[in-house]
């Protein structure tokens, strides 16, 4: 951002209760309200993509009620100010069709772009994980081209159709990869597992140019190791982190619409992201959380967490 | 059914605790194991055509769970025991697309066209309100022509299109109008209540056919005049029942899509009911439980126990 | 009780707060702390009587947690001040068997004899219906004689066996009536609704000596009639009255093992208690809370609302 | 409003889905987006005044997210459409310290003067009922002296001191009375039930100028009596509304701090508010949600449903 | 299985949704569907032997439902299709007596002798942990003389009475040691944690032939080391398991009627069972599943996902 | 204790169920009921203080409740029957002023203070975290000076003040240094994670003699390097434990007022006190449960269960 503007923060703590204020992400000010912005937060609730519980259209507004309590100033981990070293704001929804996917998508894919070309970068809180397509097809066109893309989830999300549908919550990532929206040299699966459709998912997704940390490898390997992997395999492309909640053990994020057992601790994620500070993040999202499903908001306070945690690691990129 | 037969029961709760044992509605048999039907209990797990929360897909399995603790053999009200005066099955699901409404619609019509050719009455459990045109598509070709509808719920559900959409669960007796398949002089609307979109919603509601009685209308009539004003209203007509169970309020029925607080209590629909015996019920449906906001099965509990009535209703039809 | 002692009074709310002090009933004193005691309340925390949800070991524990929040000094209904004119206290639980019915039956019996030696009365917090049969037993022998009974429920209460089992909460009163522990021309069922197991069920019933006063009634009948009905029935015999909380609508309590919609409002239950002022109690049961199933101790604090009430009824017993 | 400007509208249901889009109170625009005011809706999240549930903090962002699926446009009941006689708009939440009662009083009190400067009325979303006590002061302000007050609630809330403490959430109308804030010959409780903490309650009560419709007498009075009663009492003075959620039964609203059985259903209190069009309603609250100890948006819905029946009311003021 | 028939398969996700169709495990075919049959899921709803929290007899119906989820072609981490190499099958519950501890026990004996005639395998659902005496009982039978039991639970279930109760969810391991039903040199404990009701109780179970992994072993042993020590130890015995769901911690598994704090994780279990595979498991339960404490089907999805791993170790079986 | 005396033991479970019985923790006796006290648990409901979610004031009712199902005659990792080498009594609750933290803070000192004379230690259930300081003021009037300070949570709880307000439960450990009540030089934190309100913090709270165990540490430390780190530090001071039950992660404890993901497994909390055996242990305390926001008691059971291991670790205090 232009260095003649101070930030503008969020509302403080301690003058306004954090149960109260605005309903903004984090309570930053609305996009509106700032004259430059290097990342807004935007929600895009659609869930009609979802092919087990729905209700990830309520995800945006409950994430921003759980990130209420986040104290935000300063990030130990990340060694930053996040919200005075650039300006972080909140872009409202993307409205988008609930009864029509295709255009829907077409809803998200202009939101993304008319919103990136005043932003530097987004941080989207979904909705379910069909929103991730048109939101690399934006991202592409920002970059000018493919990103490195790093995909947390217990699932692939490498369906080919599901009822015949090519656009879903589980195909994203192959018409992404038929549309070349991302590197195949330098992308990477965390936190697959469980079982599979069929014997040919994990090759066909080989195929499609992922490599595979499953989530079974935090039970041996390090954190500083995992990192490792991930980083060697992104090098310094541009990088997309697209965060399905479900990566998350359900007792972590009991509200997602198909929970997956023997999943992530929120402890080991954070790490993780602590861990790709100094990558060139361009953008991220966080999808699947459906809080009629949550409890005491905890699915919805780890995914505030998380996309706060994408903000530092964006405060973070290097020039 | 052939005066040969003597109907199947459903499983027995002095031998197999109603916990346990088949998870058809009311442990009943399957469609499968008898060999003529008469009346149908049929799920439809759909709600892509929800506006608000979604989840009524779940509505048929949690609906068969609940109806598990209802005791059957005989219904006082009605005087009859109406799984002996006929063949009661359950017909499992009709399977639908939840990615694209226009397939599952067909599917949902079809589905149902091809039971009524092998029973005699359905009664449907939902899934959202989208449903009952497909239904009421079959009924008409079941009977021949258009049938009465008494509607109970807290909408009109007579919107033209929702997002364009002319198929959602807002609109499918506007369409039903349009196709001419309910009476326009037999039909209503009961437990209506609440503001509205606009000022012309009633009044486009009366020029399609129905008349109303409002939910206030519980506070000052009794059981009784409310019952003669729908018999007289409907007449000797071939009955279909459509109920969503929003017309409930949300103290009796949390779990649905769109709640509206002053709704008729259960004691309320059940007396209604009752009073409709005599009437000629060719089939109905129980539409918009949505398990997830739902608590202790409460919601699950009201419509299997409608459900009952209904079938109650249909042992009782004039021969 | 004795004149010359001045009832100890529960914790005041002004000096301990209500959700802090003693956990006892309303916080009164326990019963080895006063000398004499005119109304025991007292825990049979038992279900292992329980046909379809279990839970109700938790009831007393939950009732009286939930009585933390009863104001009770003075009730305008009664005109009494139910804590001053008589000594209330708790009696903790009657400690019963959970695997063997027979043996917990004896133990509840042995154990409110013992109890109704000290006291005047006692009120019981349940646990399942099947308490109802050795309490009546003691009650009985408290009072030299069979009381009039009047039963609050859904359920009749009175099937034979139940998987060759001849005591569970579906069976106490047809075993009370064997043993003729209940007078039959003044005993009545109130809240009665719903199907049945069979044709015979409500015949059987009426030659057990119950008249019924059914749910719906009170959609047609003002509470004075329905007062007025008891009290020509109960006459001025010793009353006995048992409260399965499940006759309230689900709405109301839906933290229950058998739940029955279309049943009493709270305030409807209220009312008709207040009525009854002026009779013999002299011992009463609550009984069927499932706290597992509960919400926001919706049905706890129904519960602990009517033990008061009933107090409060005994406080104005005619000497 | 002057008759220049035609109203900003609340966010269409038709264009962004409900669960889109802002977190106003049923997506009005904000304060400050509009030129002059109406009526505004604002928050008063404190609670430091509770003396058994907390969470009222809580209270205004829950009725203002479940007011998203509130439909506003035509409400039949009073044949207006309120958004469009009048501007309405959010005002956001008055911050107040969580600490420290006296000083958070102040801040309320300041508050809303300073806002009813700028607006004709306002609706307040609490918040415990310690807050009415301040917003009382501030309408005096703006009237010009003492309203008619018309009080739902199961509880007096006209105690003197709690704890020593003045100003809590069970004495705000005492202190008004003190202050001469309301008429004492046109002011009234409704809904009023439950024991007492003393036999002087109710005595006191009436010395301070109440009188009281009994929630006891909506089971023999009709809504119309009951409304002729409230009617007279208040004649053409100015009128002050201040509902605590907890009137309504436990079963109807069970998000609340101190819920009390046998209370009043939703479509009771709807349409004695209904029964208020005509009144000159200045002013008015709505208290006590507290969504800890809500399910499925139930108390919420009802708070949020009747904060629009008084913006309907102010539609409806005589001129 | 015989090499002529191909087995039946589940209902695919791909024609019917995976919340849609029969409310079978993992929508399986009914047993009575298939001609022959290596595994089959039974139901025991059976929960009298529980001493805290009651529930689990609605444990089967709530496991299957959740096991709807299951994405169930290929196990990569058995690198097999265990629905293609095996045919599985649902043979509903074994129906017992709720209030008869011994007469169900007979019944389970005997339900499960007649099955394991007519197929290869069982996995068992609970129920409480009663139910692993007459299942060992009838596995003995079947194996023709004891087997290796591994024992996956918090607590030891080898109590001698409890309340004078041979039989109950706390001793069915001392009763199958005195009747000799496993192998005293080849079985074992895993995941046992927290204080214990009196010194000898570690030592009377050493004596009774057990090995104990202790829960805190899984801070300090790496997977592989736990797997080979219970390798070691059963050898290459016939394998029966045991899987008490409380073995998880309760953060995974709140929904079970005595959690116990510090216990395993999903990822934990899911991880030794596949160290399992190439051992001899003839037969295998999971217990103690009480849906009334589970939140978003958390423990009933680990269960379901836990019968699937068990059926993968089956499928995997040395021939 | 005097070696006269056997303590009194809590209710055997093998006579009374454990859902029966007092409330007292873990069934304990009272203290009135014995002569000489070792350890006296003690509920401080307080919350006053909180900053975010409230509800703390119902902590010690419901980690009573909870602590019924402790099995606690014999705990193997201590190798100690902590009820049997000392007198462990309830002392029951300090009230205290809801309205006016000052007031509060005096009694809680008063009432600690005065409990202090009678027994030996006492193990002390929250209430919000504010109630740290008037106990630490006891201890060190106790102890005769400053303690050791072990402080585990997931936040520093050293701000100055918070809306002015110098006592809150953000702030006691700096009121605490100020007022010198711990050993700079013997003091850590354990547990912290998450972003701060300020660069400062980290560096103020060093200057107020904390070092710090962060709860990502535990990623990559052993317990018993950690646990040595804390023996260390502490030394042989005598030893007070402050225990916010927000150092687990919400997913083990979700009813707490400030969640904070990435946090502590009770299984790494309960060992790192198990490591703590042998250190004096004078006093400590648990706080910040809120039972409103748990679920099927996992944060209460987990409370229970730590505060049942620091007796543990007072029973083996060296002599």
Same mark, same amino acid.
């Given at each position: 951002?232009?260095?003649?503007?101070?930030?503008?923060?969020?509302?403080?703590?301690?003058?306004?209760?954090?149960?109260?204020?605005?309903?903004?992400?984090?309570?930053?000010?609305?996009?509106?309200?700032?004259?430059?912005?290097?990342?807004?937060?935007?929600?895009?609730?659609?869930?009609?993509?979802?092919?087990?519980?729905?209700?990830?259209?309520?995800?945006?507004?409950?994430?921003?009620?759980?990130?209420?309590?986040?104290?935000?100033?300063?990030?130990?981990?990340?060694?930053?100010?996040?919200?005075?070293?650039?300006?972080?704001?909140?872009?409202?929804?993307? @409205?988008?069709?609930?009864?029509?996917?295709?255009? @829907?998508?077409?809803?998200?894919?202009?939101?993304?772009?008319?919103?990136?070309?005043?932003?530097?970068?987004?941080?989207?809180?979904?909705?379910?994980?069909?929103?991730?397509?048109?939101?690399?097809?934006?991202?592409?066109?920002?970059?000018?081209?493919?990103?490195?893309?790093?995909?947390?989830?217990?699932?692939?999300?490498?369906?080919?159709?599901?009822?015949?549908?090519?656009?879903?919550?589980?195909?994203?990532?192959?018409?992404?990869?038929?549309?070349?929206?991302?590197?195949?040299?330098?992308?990477?699966?965390?936190?697959?597992?469980?079982?599979?459709?069929?014997?040919?998912?994990?090759?066909?997704?080989?195929?499609?140019?992922?490599?595979?940390?499953?989530?079974?490898?935090?039970?041996?390997?390090?954190?500083?190791?995992?990192?490792?992997?991930?980083?060697?395999?992104?090098?310094?492309?541009?990088?997309?982190?697209?965060?399905?909640?479900?990566?998350?053990?359900? @007792?972590?994020?009991?509200?997602?619409?198909?929970?997956?057992?023997?999943?992530?601790?929120?402890?080991?994620?954070?790490?993780?992201?602590?861990?790709?500070?100094?990558?060139?993040?361009?953008?991220?999202?966080?999808?699947?959380? @459906?809080?009629?499903?949550?409890?005491?908001?905890?699915?919805?306070?780890?995914?505030?967490?998380?996309?706060?945690?994408?903000?530092?690691?964006?405060?973070?990129?290097?020039?």
């Amino acid at each position: 951002m232009s260095d003649k503007k101070k930030p503008i923060q969020p509302v403080s703590g301690t003058i306004v209760p954090r149960y109260a204020g605005p309903s903004t992400f984090a309570r930053l000010p609305e996009l509106r309200d700032v004259e430059e912005c290097d990342v807004a937060i935007v929600g895009v609730p659609f869930d009609a993509g979802t092919s087990y519980r729905p209700g990830a259209r309520f995800g945006p507004q409950s994430v921003r009620q759980a990130s209420r309590q986040l104290r935000t100033n300063y990030h130990p981990n990340y060694d930053v100010e996040p919200f005075k070293v650039q300006q972080v704001a909140d872009a409202g929804d993307i @409205a988008c069709n609930p009864f029509d996917i295709d255009e @829907a998508i077409k809803q998200i894919e202009k939101g993304s772009i008319e919103l990136l070309q005043k932003v530097g970068s987004i941080v989207t809180i979904g909705g379910d994980h069909t929103i991730a397509l048109p939101l690399l097809r934006s991202i592409n066109k920002k970059v000018g081209g493919p990103v490195a893309l790093v995909h947390f989830d217990a699932h692939l999300d490498t369906w080919d159709t599901y009822f015949g549908a090519p656009y879903t919550h589980g195909t994203p990532f192959r018409r992404a990869r038929e549309e070349k929206l991302f590197l195949d040299d330098a992308s990477m699966h965390i936190g697959i597992r469980g079982p599979l459709y069929s014997t040919n998912d994990l090759k066909n997704d080989r195929e499609l140019g992922f490599k595979t940390i499953h989530c079974d490898e935090f039970q041996t390997n390090t954190i500083d190791q995992i990192v490792k992997r991930i980083k060697d395999r992104i090098g310094n492309n541009p990088l997309y982190i697209s965060i399905d909640i479900d990566v998350l053990d359900p @007792a972590h994020a009991p509200g997602t619409g198909t929970p997956e057992v023997a999943g992530m601790t929120t402890r080991e994620i954070l790490n993780v992201l602590r861990g790709l500070a100094g990558s060139q993040l361009v953008s991220a999202d966080v999808v699947e959380v @459906a809080p009629a499903y949550d409890h005491a908001e905890l699915t919805s306070t780890a995914a505030a967490t998380i996309v706060y945690e994408l903000i530092n690691i964006i405060a973070r990129n290097p020039k």
